[in-house]
């Protein structure tokens, strides 16, 4: 089983964890789960590089569906008094 070494984003906290499947992880001081893995092996890292790449872009999306609806509610608020 592989065991990885993680950096937590949030207390600066490193540790390591034995990781089975897709079960994440949480640091064990602050039980944050935004984890930097600091295994370096190359197919992991690749994975984990673009899995926080896929992440960072959903979590864009997200922030600007976000921004759409507000600016279609400002739209529609302004069209409804003029
Ligand atoms: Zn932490």
Known sequence: MPIFEYSCRKCKNKFEE???GKEKPACPKCKSKHLEKL????SMKTETTHGLAMKAARRRDRKQGDQ???NQAEYEASHDEG
Do not use: E, F, I, Q
Not at 39 to 42: E, K
């Open 18 to 20: 034995l990781v089975r």
């Open 39 to 42: 295994l370096s092996l190359p």
């Open 68 to 70: 759409n609806l507000r």
